[in-house]
């Protein structure tokens, strides 16, 4: 077994090795293969047995939320009984069983169900002392759906117990095939690559097949927050781990999230898109600029450097195709000056070595037995995006350029009792540590030198906690009372593109009038069909859904809203479009000092909402990849920016949804910028 980095190039990895099995035959758009597959047919009497006994669970589930109403604890259980009702009724309802041999799996999940209901009837919930495998569910901010995740429960758990335990994430790798259905059989049935002693280990579901991106990145911290609330799990021991596309899933989540794991243990899988793409599917990408800044969104070698923070083992088999992961992420770190630990199975293809994984589980189990440093002597941290804001103590509130990579470096100087920062692309910081965190002097201010120049920031507080904003003004550094300014900015959370507007909870909002043509009617129609289905089938969620005339004002405070058709046909745009950058009317388009025929034309726009500032309003646009992506995972990524003029004379097909006018992503104001 060797534990040096990998040395060959990936020119010579890609020569020595043969195309994954899907291969060129998928880099066919005119020829996209449906994922999921079709399901098989199932016997008539099993499809009457499994229909009458999913409406049976049905009907009791409706009278659980009707009889729990006054009985918050038991009635936020639900979800651990409607995960088995919804996974076999869409597999009954959209064709997802894969083998005749799932109708036995169906039975069963459906018993579990209803002996689940009869326990919460009686007042009682016995999965939530269970320890082994147990499969939970909870109801998802971002869409109101209910989701599985499957839990590992150690052996001996008290729920009085002594002490928190370790927690290890484990995301799964690609399945095709991996329905509700099957997921939760798989969860009840095995406990997976790693069980240590005393962990719970956490599988999340990450909405079905997507390398746990946009909703399926969110499901992991749902289903974490979840266990938090319900089990004991100690924040400071949180590892994560995955292989195959879990292993992508885990590099992402490592780079983008640094200082919430104590450990990182990414397997194969893919870090990067373009030579991944390359090496394993003969495909090279020329994708249009914008896109080729938004591969930065997912793309992990950029992001090395918060490795820093975060203890990384990453493994690969000596003959598997995708230690091509580890290897460009093995150059990357070496360019930022440290080496990856890069565990290698010998004479071993895309699975663990058991000595290998002995090695590896003793270099995570030492590494997570420390427990996670709440504030860390030195925080090295790069971002793209202010999607991804933090590391320790450390907050990038303000970027200079999005989508370019902005560094942080700061250090505790404990023998001058103040921090030194270094920062490029970066306008705005916060430092912050909680209660009993804080290291220095108590009674003290702080100088922080930030870029050469000195700023004195208050001491902490009585608890120990601190915290100061600091913002860069004409090249200098000032502290600020709040982390950013009133006016329009982004910010953490509200700076773009149009897919982080289904990162968090989100309303379509339907056009009822007479739209200013029929054909951008026509396509709008077309569209938002589209975007229903795929959210169904992709990210397993129903989209909530209103017409422009009902939406209240608590939609408007509480969601993003999803704004479909035009100022004529949806009064909720007509009601905002003077205070959005753009004109519009029956002939024209206007953005960005263009015009364009309104006849053929629509924005696919994200901005922040005028009448609830810290919300979105999307214009035209579901999530942003389409069928051709599905065929790989690492395709999976943001397609459009923060907006884009479409043209729908030209059919939508695919890789978009119609003809790409013009596109380009608003300044760090929210101001229009030039398009390129």
């Known amino acids: 077994m060797r534990t040096r980095p990998l040395l060959c190039t990936l020119a010579s990895l890609a020569a020595a090795l043969p195309s994954l099995a899907d291969g060129p035959k998928d880099n066919l758009p005119d020829q996209v293969r449906p994922i999921p597959p079709p399901g098989v047919a199932i016997p ?17 589930i409706v009278a659980l939320e009707k009889d729990l109403s006054k009985k918050p604890a038991l009635a936020a259980l639900l979800p651990d009984v409607q995960i088995f009702h919804k996974a076999v009724d869409w597999a009954l309802r959209y064709n997802e069983f894969f083998k005749v041999q799932e109708t036995a799996t169906a039975h069963n999940l459906l018993e579990e169900g209803l002996n689940r209901a009869k326990a919460l009837r009686e007042g009682t919930a016995p999965w939530t002392t269970q320890t082994g495998l147990v499969v939970r569910g909870y109801r998802s901010r971002v869409d109101d759906s209910v989701q599985p995740y499957g839990l590992v429960v150690p052996t001996g758990y008290q729920a009085e117990g002594p002490a928190p335990h370790r927690l290890d994430v484990w995301c799964h790798g690609r399945g095709e095939t991996l329905s509700e259905l099957n997921f939760i059989e798989g969860r009840r049935k095995s406990p997976g690559e790693f069980t240590p002693p005393g962990a719970f280990v956490l599988h999340p579901y990450g909405r079905y097949c997507n390398a746990n991106k946009f909703a399926g990145e969110v499901d992991l911290f749902e289903a974490l927050e979840h266990a938090q609330r319900n089990y004991r799990i100690d924040p400071a021991r949180l590892v994560m781990r995955g292989f195959s596309m879990g292993g992508a899933a885990a590099w992402q989540f490592t780079v983008h999230y640094p200082s919430r794991w104590v450990a990182s243990n990414p397997g194969a899988g893919f870090s990067e898109t373009p030579d991944f793409l390359r090496v394993f599917q003969d495909e090279v990408i020329n994708p249009p600029w914008y896109a080729q800044r938004l591969l930065n969104w997912y793309d992990c070698p950029g992001w090395v450097r918060n490795l820093a923070n975060c203890p990384t083992v990453a493994y690969s088999g000596e003959d598997d195709k995708q230690r091509q992961a580890a290897s460009i992420m093995a150059d990357a770190a070496r360019e930022e000056g440290f080496n990856l630990t890069h565990i290698i199975g010998p004479k071993t293809g895309h699975k663990y070595h058991p000595d290998a994984k002995l090695e590896v589980a003793r270099r995570v189990d030492r ?13 090295h941290f790069v ?13 990038v509130q303000g970027m200079l350029h999005h989508w370019e990579q902005a560094r942080v470096d700061a250090q505790l100087d404990r023998a001058n009792k103040q921090i030194l ?16 965190d804080f290291p220095l002097d108590p009674l003290s201010a702080v100088p922080i030198v930030i870029d050469g120049e000195t700023v004195v920031a208050p001491p902490p507080q009585s608890d120990r906690s601190w915290l100061v904003h600091l913002r860069n003004v004409n090249g200098h550094w000032y ?22 507007a289904f990162l968090s909870r989100f309303i379509v909002v339907r056009p009822t009038g007479k739209p200013l043509h029929p054909e951008t009617a026509r396509w709008v129609d077309s569209e938002l069909k589209h975007f229903a289905a795929n959210w169904r089938s992709q990210f397993r969620g129903e989209l909530s859904i209103k017409d422009d005339r009902s939406l ?18 949806n009064s909720a745009i007509a009601k905002i479009l003077g205070q959005l ?15 364009y025929k309104s006849q053929t034309h629509v924005p696919a726009v994200v901005y922040p909402n005028p009448l609830a500032p810290d919300r979105y309003v ?34 939508a097909n695919s890789q978009s949804p119609a003809g790409i006018a013009n596109a380009g992503f608003f300044g760090e104001f929210w101001e229009i910028t030039s398009p390129h």
């Not at 420390?370 to 860390?376: I, T, Y």
């Not at 971002?383 to 907050?395: D, E, F, M």
């Open 479 to 500: 502290p600020m009372d709040e982390p950013y300014p009133a006016s329009l900015i982004k910010r953490p959370g509200l700076q773009g593109p149009i897919d982080d």
């Open 44 to 60: 008539e009497p099993d499809r009457a047995a499994l229909e009458e006994k999913v409406r049976l669970l049905g009907t009791q």
């Open 552 to 569: 209240t004002e608590e939609d408007i405070q509480d969601a993003n809203l999803i704004l479909w058709g035009d100022p004529s046909s």
């Open 367 to 379: 590494i997570a037995a420390k427990g996670r440093d709440p504030f860390p002597e030195s925080v």
């Open 383 to 395: 971002t793209y995006t202010l999607r991804y804001p933090t590391s320790a103590w450390v907050t």
């Open 618 to 651: 999307v214009l035209n646009s579901g999530f942003t990849y389409r069928e051709y992506d599905y065929l790989n995972n690492a395709r999976q990524g943001a397609k459009l920016p923060d907006w884009a003029i479409l043209d729908v004379s030209e059919p």
């Open 421 to 436: 920062a270094s920062t490029s692309n970066i306008s705005a910081l916060t430092l912050q540590c909680g209660a009993g």
């Open 581 to 595: 950058p753009l004109k519009w009317d029956g002939d024209a388009l206007e953005f960005a000092g263009r015009k």
